[in-house]
């Protein structure tokens, strides 16, 4: 049992609801329950959106998976697409796709790790740390940025269309192309767009590096705040290729504990259901991923930026590794567990995407036209990719008339499911505990969760797993009663007021 | 003047036994249609080519273009029954363009472009509808289905095979399959069928090609279908 998860008796009990947490992708709340001194006795991250995406591909042709699954999404479609394709790849036994394929699909991806991050840490993130986590909340968001920094706002808006813009080029639209097919891709790059694509790299990564620099500058300003705050340590996985590098489209998984050491040095993701086991939790619809063999009180882990930038050896770029080390030495010699650290770690993979973007342009093989290959058909497919939240897995099983007869999707907001609810409790004890609640410092818990960019409509993908419960109010709002089912599909009653 | 007719003011020639419709394409002049498919017998089917003839409306498709009549066409007062006929087309079957892969090359998507279909206004109906993925070949997914009846005349007339049916009444009407289980792996349709190239949405398609073609080189991708008389006359890319 986790402290703070739940209350040992939730009479006389004040409830506090953050309905729906700002700032991040899909519907969530948080709920804290204080006593009369202000005491925090049980905090909450609720997942209160209900999708039902592993149901409805059933049945649905293979083909047509990467094109549907892309939609869970509309800030990491890529991800899904790319995913989804990864599986579909395997059933229709395209081993190795040819090199023009992989490097358009990288383009595509690293794309959008460069739009994803930068709308979160411009767009979602900067108004906390420019402004002020307690400043006021109706200049805390992008407009007040832009009106107090117009420069880092704009530079933000720009980073991330460029970021759509290769999407776009690879896959058709910004917004949920077509570009991957099972076994390759369907559109060769021009010299022109590659042309078009090049022509202000420089200035991006300039950029780039001007927000890292900031979020060194803020750790540097206020170390005692932004190393502990939310702090906790825990687990750590993100994938690696074969030299131990940071890889975002294909690799092995690694898992590091929280003083750095591995657990699994690395492993092959297409094991993962025998290394990973999903538990339900009655309160929410976000299932809440563990290593097996550790259990779920001591297997829980971390994905994302600063589980990625942990679990590698090191960053295959050169800007971004320098970053990268600066960043790290924080930790002296330990591995750095604070949660603001992950928009640090955020906007230093936004540079890593850059330089990745700028040598793959540079790659002959990118303008090439041998596009898609296929092999001996098989039944199950996994397909696995870091999106920017973190490890995203996409598991099928097609029959002989080519439909889907099992999807298993475990997202990267899923795997960060116990870490945000543990960042929120240490941020209630550090923050909330014993004091006036104000709107200001219930945004401090919001910061925690924001830490984690956390996208929560792809996160409640499931349908016909997860608990529900459907509360019956009278005219005035009183409940009457409460029909829960739980996660073994068993219904019950609890009648509140004869 | 001999063998013309006037479409909104325009004179308009034809040949003798062509339809208005046919006659209106060939002068590069659109009206708007589903169920028509140069080659095979026009039925009348789906009333989107419905216009104005001596102010009765009348299908095009089935009315043989004549000396001297006046049609109105291109209105809004028709446009905007024809925009009424595509949502009720949309909301009567189960048409998700965003996942479908036969968007871009989809008539029914295309037109609902062309006559600036918003919104679906009506509730959607949400059917059950089957899906017959028995065939090794195609993959029929009946919830695009806007029973135009194509597939069944091409099956028919052209294949001589008779695989398609219509079955039902009125809202029940539905395509069928003409073998003992009903499955089109039970048949000897081809994809080299008539009928395999006939059906203006996602509903009859090829399998293991999905999304070959890239947004933008799609066929309705550059272009309006109004804008794509030539290709409607014939068929032929």
Known sequence: ?498 | MENTFIIDGMPIPFEPGQNVLQAALAAGIFIPHLCFYPGLKPNGNCKLCTVIINGRHVSACTTLANSGIEVANNTPELNNKRRLMLQMLFVSGNHFCPGCEKSGNCQLQALAYDLEMMTPHFNHFFPKRTIDASHPEAFLDMNRCITCGLCVQASGEVDKKNIFALSGRGMASHVVINTPSGKLGDSDFAMSDKAARVCPVGAILPKRRGYAIPIGERRYDELPISSQTEFLTTRET
């Open chain 1, 1 to 498: 049992m986790f402290e703070l998860e739940n209350a040992k008796t939730t009479q006389g009990l004040r409830r506090i609801a953050i309905d729906p947490v700002s700032r991040v992708e899909g519907h969530g709340k948080v709920t804290l329950l204080l006593d009369e001194q202000n005491r925090i006795h049980q905090v909450r991250l609720h997942i209160v959106e209900f999708r039902g995406f592993e149901v409805l591909i059933k049945g649905r042709p293979y083909w047509e998976v990467p094109v549907t699954v892309e939609r869970l999404c509309g800030i990491c479609p890529v991800s899904h697409h790319l995913a989804a394709c990864k599986a579909m790849d395997v059933i229709v036994g395209a081993k190795q796709l040819t090199p023009t394929a992989e490097k358009l699909r990288r383009l595509m991806h690293y794309g959008q790790l460069v739009q994803s991050n930068a709308v979160h840490f411009y767009h979602l993130a900067s108004p906390d740390l420019l402004l002020g986590f307690d400043s006021e909340a109706t200049q805390r968001n992008i407009v007040g940025v832009a009106m107090q920094y117009p420069d880092i706002a704009k530079q933000g808006i720009l980073l991330r269309k460029y970021g759509q813009e290769v999407i776009q080029h690879v896959s058709g639209k910004r917004i949920h192309g077509t570009g991957a097919i099972p076994g390759g891709v369907n559109k060769a790059l021009t010299a022109e767009a590659r042309d078009e694509l090049k022509k202000n790299l420089p200035q991006l990564i300039e950029w780039a590096q001007g927000g890292v620099a900031l979020m060194q500058r803020f750790h540097e300003e206020n170390p005692a705040f932004y190393n502990s705050f939310g702090l906790f340590e825990s687990n750590m996985m993100g994938m690696v290729r074969a030299d131990g590098a940071l890889d975002i489209y294909h690799g092995d998984l690694r898992v590091k504990d929280a003083k750095g050491q591995p657990i699994f040095d690395r492993f092959n993701y297409e094991t993962y259901a025998q290394v990973l086991r999903e538990e339900v939790k009655p309160w929410s619809y976000m299932k809440f991923p563990y290593i097996a063999e550790l259990g779920p009180e001591k297997g829980w882990y971390k994905v994302g930026p600063l589980a990625r930038l942990q679990t590698c050896d090191f960053i295959p770029s050169p800007l971004a590794e320098a970053a990268r080390k600066t960043m790290l030495a924080i930790g002296n010699g330990q591995p750095v567990h604070s949660t603001l650290s992950y928009h640090w770690a955020r906007i230093i993979e936004v540079l890593h995407g850059l330089e990745v973007i700028q040598e793959l342009l540079d790659d002959p093989d990118i303008l090439g036209k041998d596009l898609t290959v296929k092999g001996e058909r098989q039944e199950e497919g996994i397909g696995v990719i870091e999106a920017p939240r973190g490890v995203l897995i996409h598991h099928y099983k097609v029959n002989e008339d080519d439909q889907v007869t099992m999807c298993n999707l475990i997202v990267s907001t899923t795997h960060n499911n116990q870490a945000m609810n543990t960042a929120i409790r240490s941020v209630a004890m550090q923050h909330l505990d014993r004091r006036v609640i104000s709107e200001g410092l219930l945004n401090h818990i919001e910061c925690a969760i924001r830490a984690y960019d956390p996208c929560l409509s792809c996160a409640t993908h499931a349908l016909g797993k997860m608990p529900l419960q459907v509360e019956l109010l009278d005219a005035e709002g009183t409940r009457l009663s409460i029909l829960s089912r739980n996660s073994n599909g068993e219904f019950h009653t609890s009648e509140m007021y004869a």
